[in-house]
């Protein structure tokens, strides 16, 4: 975070981050999604002001924000988990596929070109967007969730996607659930759940998917220790937590006292915006 970066540039940096933990931390606590899909494009910009290779910025990215997630939902599952609001049968059915797929998307991340990372995150942005958007009660896949294989398959689809995208699963998980006709509130809070399970060894799956990267680009400090441990940027992730602790409580008590449809749509908007930055990226080939 300091190569190539005068003093000014890196408070402005450092400030945009903070800004940053408090937003997705609040996010965490309203949606259940551990902030990730806010996290992974800020700090994608703010990899690219420090000078972090285009070849590994994305899984930098990608890694970091997992691991910021760690504390945000752990935080944010406490407080869900007071208000008896996570749905503890389908933890139980979803934990082992999840960790199977993270570990799946840890092993594709350490061999995988950049471009994946951003194709899967403009997928999954969009998808996600179109339903927080244009979403009818009637959107349903049926009357409750799947009992047996097909469980478990969206179990593993949601833990290497999860992976790969930088995020705690709460987007896959809130909508298979409401497409599925279980309650918002409910859908949020046992995401909060889920973001704990992906989190944890998705973080430390990227600092082993990363950790050739320091060797790879000797003159880039943001890819070396101290400042990170293979894909996972230990400055960003110590700028942003703090912030996002704080405010994912807030994000609780927000979620179980209104009605969430403003923040749906104006959270898919913000989902379509991003996830263009990346088309605009991929067709362009460029920064």
């Known amino acids: ?37 806010i996290l992974v494009p800020v700090f994608y910009e703010c990899f690219r002001l420090a000078g972090v290779p285009l070849e590994v910025r994305m899984p930098l990215c990608v890694g970091t924000s997992l691991a910021v997630i760690i504390p945000t939902s752990i935080r944010s599952f406490q407080a869900h988990y007071k208000r008896g609001a996570v749905d503890m049968t389908i933890l139980r059915l979803w934990w082992l596929p999840i960790v199977i797929g993270v570990i799946s998307g840890s092993v594709v991340a350490r061999y995988a070109p950049e471009r994946l990372f951003k194709i899967v995150f403009v997928a999954v942005a969009y998808s996600a967007a179109a339903r927080l958007i244009f979403a009818r009660e009637g959107w349903k896949f049926g009357d409750d969730l799947p009992d047996g294989p097909l469980m478990r398959v969206y179990g593993f689809c949601v833990g290497i996607l999860s992976t790969l995208m930088g995020i705690g699963g709460g987007l896959f998980s809130n909508l298979l659930m409401t497409f599925y006709g279980r309650p918002i509130h409910q859908a949020v809070a046992t995401s909060s759940a889920l973001a704990v399970l992906i989190s944890i ?21 943001a890819l070396q220790i101290p400042f990170a441990l293979g894909y996972v940027s230990l400055i960003g992730a110590v700028l942003v937590m703090p912030m996002s602790l704080v405010t994912a409580p807030l994000g609780v008590r927000a979620a179980h006292a209104m009605s969430k449809r403003t923040l749906e749509t104006a959270f898919g908007c913000y989902l379509f915006i991003v996830g263009s930055r990346f088309v605009l990226s991929l067709v362009g080939g460029g920064q």
């Open 201 to 221: 060894p998705g973080a430390l799956g990227y600092v082993y998917a990363g950790w050739p990267a320091a060797a790879t680009y000797p003159g880039v400090a």
């Open 1 to 37: 975070m300091m190569a190539g970066l005068d003093i000014s540039e890196l408070v402005e940096l450092a400030l945009l981050l903070i800004a940053t933990g408090a937003l997705s931390g609040f996010l965490a606590g309203v949606f259940g999604i551990g902030g990730g899909a």
